[in-house]
């Protein structure tokens, strides 16, 4: 069932994981410590394990919502293979980023409604399930925050009230 997660995931961000990222993790990394972000380079910017390892904590907080669109799908997919492993920083570093509040330019509300709804499963599955136990309580509180109908910090619609 997980894997049908990744593909729905994948899926979804077709389009964002088809392009090199304009800021690649690296990059952000980079930014992290004040230095310029290094061009893309395709072999030294492969996101396997061991590069997300490295450079997701601390570089997804400096992502443009292109690049953070880019790098969802694997972060989801890394997530899956390593929900069990609490000491990991790649899972919070994906959690935290999809806390509100939003950016100024926005990130969350860039996204698609198909790729939300992928989003919000990824943290239903988290939330609720007992081989995630070291992220349970924070799936559920960032679903409550901005992922669920009606959520505590998401923009509502303007009811046009005074119409």
């Known amino acids: 069932m997980r894997h049908m997660l990744v593909e ?13 990222p304009p800021v690649t993790l690296r990059g952000g990394d980079a930014l992290d410590s004040y230095r310029d972000p290094p061009p ?11 590069y997300l390892e490295r450079y997701a904590y601390w570089g ?14 694997r972060l989801i997919a890394y997530t899956v293979r390593h ?15 999809l806390r509100p509040p939003d ?18 499963a990824f943290l239903e599955d988290l939330a609720f399930s007992e081989d995630a136990r070291a992220y349970q309580e924070d799936a559920l509180i960032i679903l409550e925050e901005w992922w669920l ?15």
């Open 103 to 120: 950016r100024e330019p926005p990130r969350l509300a860039t996204l698609t409604p198909t790729q939300e709804a992928v989003i919000t």
């Open 60 to 73: 997804l907080n400096f992502l443009d919502a292109a690049s953070w669109r880019h790098y969802l799908p």
């Open 149 to 163: 109908p009606n959520a505590r910090y998401r923009p509502r619609p303007d009811p046009g009230y005074g119409s």
């Open 8 to 20: 729905r995931a994948y899926a979804a961000f077709a389009t964002e994981v088809a392009e090199p």
């Open 83 to 97: 929900r069990d492993d609490p000491t990991t920083m790649v899972v919070a570093g994906l959690l935290f980023s």
């Open 40 to 50: 893309y380079d395709p072999a030294r910017d492969a996101p396997d394990d061991a």
